[in-house]
């Protein structure tokens, strides 16, 4: 048996394995909760895993794996800003979120935000649909263009068929079995990742000869890779950079697919063991992404592209066997992104557009009928775009990335932690941090060192949602509410009061 | 020390000190909780937003 045929089976056996957990979840995805959210029902070990799996994408294995290999020590500010966002999302957002969203039954964060804002004319519910639809489809067009890519360097297969395959089995799992398969899938595609970015890394350290050896032929390459600040030295590019890197964290804060992870949980109890599931995850993955390019460097030195380092460590140095292995983790980081990325803009067009404003007799069935032909739909046209001329995977990755961050990060937060957000100042906030993060790109980024656009985006964000609160008047009973959900979670690092996890004292 | 700097060094034990730094005070305090209101029933929690059970 050729080593192709071999990375094959195992690709093929990774693929049926998740139309088999499409069909195993498909019961559950008859219903709106149940396709947008799987019923409230997960448990602390499937959204910690879920959510690290789809926060990182084909940018973790390929992109962060570059970025070692090119910068060196430098990456690992990237390593610092996102298990820092992490943590703190689970810490401290994860309770209140989740202790508000079961009060208001909400399915989606645009559900929160209108319940939360008492927004009577659904003006929130259309403006995040607007962005999380621009987004989702930069973003889902760029996971597909990074499997077409993947196929080809593993496999040799076109990059055509590579980005119809992907696209197929993404559809079709996600389809059937809703956002339980999703969930699930994610779970077996982060655990597949986590192994990967714990075994690659040794075998990458080893081949050089020893931690010392990797150093060494490091500091031969170019000794500015052993230092923190990089090639910039102490300077306003090597800050400006190291704040850039270490801001791809922020968006763990309030971006809406992660937010989702939390809605779905069984309960606010789950956040504490997820929340260490979620940090341990995370540190092995992007330590371990950083570690196999600054390895990289030492054994394929001179790479005309950074980003390939990854397949050629695997294909070069474990069997073929393990060589599939890796191109399934790849696949598998891509898969856990896309699925979630559908879900989401599905639910943002058919849940909180269609059920919500036009059509709120609409039967649940019919519902998330319409909810899987828009998910069909948004496949295929981040097939069509792929298959034409979008090959920068991930400049299109973190642009949305940040889109997303900026638009939702202020508002969230804003309404979970201060009492006198308005519902002007939500809509000021959202619509002033997506378009802070876009003009950046477009008329200010490379005039100051590259400045990554999430950080202004999420600045103007927050400065907008707080201007206009403070002159505008915050909805009734928002104080009530925002009382009773602090006094039922309690403090992050103190127990909750009567020892509940939330809801002990609502109202 | 293994070759790296001081500063080198403390950029890449950062992300372990402040994450499980964070994180392990939070689940000693909240690992024994019950659920909350939802507690996996959509539509039962005590909704204090006047539109319940959507």
Known sequence: MTGSAVVLGVVIGYLAVLFGIGLWARKESRTVSGYYVAGKKLPSWVIAFSSNATGESAWLLLGLTGMGYAV?????????????????AWVFVARPFKEYTDRYDSITVSD??????????????????????????????????????????????????????????????????????????DLLQGVLMFLALLVLPVVGIVAVGGWGAMVEGLRAADPSLLLPMGSFGLTTAGVVSAVSFAAVGLAFLGVPQLLTRFISARGTREMAPAGLIAVICILVFDTGAVLVGMSGRVLFPGLADPETVMPLMSSSLVPAFFTGIFLVVVLAAIMSTVDSLLILASSAVVRDVVQKIHRPQMPELRVTTWGKVVTVFLGVAGVLVALGEVRVVFWFVLFAWSGLASAFVPVVLCALFWRRTTLAGAIAGMVCGFAASVGWVLLFKARFH?????????????????????????????????????????????????????????? | MGGLTAGAWLLIVAPILVGLGLVVPFYRAHRHEANGAGGGQPGAAASTAGEPGR
């Open chain 1, 450 to 507: 590259e400045l990554y656009e999430m950080i202004p985006g999420i600045g103007v964000g927050i400065m907008a949602t707080v201007v206009v609160s403070l002159l505008t008047r915050p909805p009734a009973d928002a104080d009530r509410e925002f009382d009773a959900v602090h006094r039922a979670i309690g403090p992050a690092f103190r127990p909750a009061p009567g020892g509940r996890g939330g809801g002990g004292s609502a109202g």
């Open chain 1, 112 to 185: 929160f935000l209108e319940d939360r804002f008492h927004d009577g004319a659904r003006i929130i519910r259309r403006v995040s649909a607007v962005i999380i639809f621009s987004m989702v489809a930069v973003y889902t067009a760029a996971q597909f263009t990074a499997a077409g890519k993947a196929f080809d360097s593993f496999l040799g297969i076109d990059y055509t068929w590579g980005v119809i395959l992907g696209a197929i089995v993404v559809l079709y799992y996600t389809t059937v079995g809703g956002f339980k398969a999703v969930a699930y899938s």
């Open chain 1, 72 to 88: 060196g020590v430098h990456a690992f500010w990237v390593v610092l800003g996102e298990v820092l966002g992490v943590a703190l």
